[in-house]
């Protein structure tokens, strides 16, 4: 005899959001990045990475369109800032989703350590660590750009923290 698995609103709730991308990053779900904190039956709370992000007003309304198109309409979206969002919530898949899109994830647990990612990044494009960081500004609040030394190519590279 076979068990029968109950699939509650949650867990129909969490497939819902994993096909929520990112605006800036559309390789990546709101899963994935770690920006879902918590899913309830009533809620779903979310952490921008950045306290001034800009996409944090989009996210909200695609997930929000989301739920509503999947019958959670009741469903409350909610916005907490601490703890701060942290590159160590971004999941393993989104951190292979990043570095196949040509960002470099930060390392898991990279976050109380290199802060200011002093650590060499790994080149998305040719896999070498010769890298250097060109500017703290990429082409989001979020993100660093770097330029592989060994390819010389560009590349984003999420900031640790």
């Known amino acids: ?9 949650t867990d129909r709730i969490r497939a819902v959001l994993a096909n929520v991308p990112d605006p800036e990053i ?14 309830g039956a009533d809620a ?12 944090t007003l989009a996210i909200e309304q695609m997930i929000r369109a989301a739920l509503d198109a999947n019958g959670f309409g009741d469903v409350a979206i909610e916005t907490t ?25 930060p390392p898991k647990g990279a976050a109380a ?24 500004f990429g082409s989001t609040p979020c993100k660093a750009l770097w330029r592989c030394k060994a390819c010389a190519e560009p590349f984003d590279r999420f900031k640790c923290h």
Do not use: F
């Open 1 to 9: 005899m076979s068990a029968v698995v109950a699939i509650t609103d």
């Open 26 to 39: 559309p390789a990546v779900s709101v899963l994935d990045l770690g920006i879902v904190r918590e899913i």
């Open 44 to 55: 779903v709370t979310i952490t921008p990475t950045y306290t001034g992000c800009p996409a």
């Open 81 to 105: 800032l601490s703890p701060p969002w942290s590159t160590d919530w971004i999941s393993d898949a989104g951190r292979e989703k990043l570095h196949a899109y040509g960002i470099a994830p």
């Open 113 to 136: 350590s290199a802060l200011k990612n002093a650590q060499a990044a790994e080149c998305p494009r040719c896999g070498s660590s010769n890298t250097e960081e060109i500017s703290r």
